[in-house]
């Protein structure tokens, strides 16, 4: 495989496709309990956490022409079955990555390196880790010119908590993933969009809450960031 370039362009559109979710959006895609996302920044190519089953989640990159031999990180949010499930699947098809593990999960071994994160963390330029909050979940940020994309799994440590530690890279321009019981809506009010999904206990009242900042999840879903919903 080709070495790859870790620099990244500010202003570089980033582009998330959600691999597996309890839902689908795109129409032949297994939809499950869990989450993953691919993560593409420059010319890195992330896989955010691995659902629960590796033969869908496998299955479902093959639909989305996402190639597992494509990918240079995995980066794991946290030590639940519905996150790591489809982890040691996915390694038997491609070892060759970095894997970036809260301290809280133990055994991942056959990867090119495995990183421990506990304290907040510098991945890639302009792409960081909250760190392991409360011990047991960290989510990625990853900077825009339109300000941080921040990408959660299930948000145990409590969505306000995370968005805390975000904010001090700067303005939340949107946030992705699981947002498990949160319903504190008033503290999504700064953030330009939102994408609850996987275990977000709430999406239809931040839906209706919110229309204007409400992007739709489920697997298949890409999201372009910068994302401008006025743009024609
Ligand atoms: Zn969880
Ligand atoms: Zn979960």
């Known amino acids: 495989m080709a070495a790859k370039k870790m620099t990244q362009d500010k202003r570089t559109e980033i582009n998330i496709a959600l691999i597996y979710d309890n839902t689908v959006y795109q129409s032949g895609l297994t939809p499950d309990w869990g989450f993953s996302a691919h993560i593409r920044v420059g010319e890195q190519n992330i896989l955010f956490d691995t659902g629960s089953d590796g033969h869908i989640l496998l299955e479902n990159m093959r639909m ?85 994309v921040l990408v959660v799994g299930c948000s145990h440590p409590g969505l306000k908590n995370i968005i805390h530690v975000a904010k001090q890279q700067g303005h939340i ?40 900042k409400y992007i739709q999840g489920g697997a298949g879903k890409r999201i372009k960031l910068p994302y401008f919903k006025e743009e024609k």
């Open 64 to 148: 989305m022409n996402i190639d597992p031999m494509n990918i240079d990180t995995v980066f794991i949010s946290h030590n639940h079955f519905d996150h790591i499930g489809g982890l040691a699947a996915f390694l038997r098809v491609n070892y060759d990555v970095d894997v970036i593990i809260p301290s809280s999960l133990r055994g991942v071994k056959r990867a090119k390196r495995v990183i421990e994160v506990t304290t907040p963390l510098t991945l890639l330029d302009g792409v960081f880790s909250t760190g392991e909050l409360l011990g047991i979940e960290q989510s990625l940020m990853i900077k825009t010119s339109a300000g941080i």
């Open 173 to 212: 321009h949107a946030i992705i993933g699981g947002l498990h019981d949160f319903d504190d809506f008033d503290i999504l009010c700064d953030i330009d969009y939102i994408c609850p999904t996987h275990c977000s206990s709430y999406i239809s009242e931040i839906a209706k809450r919110y229309p204007e």
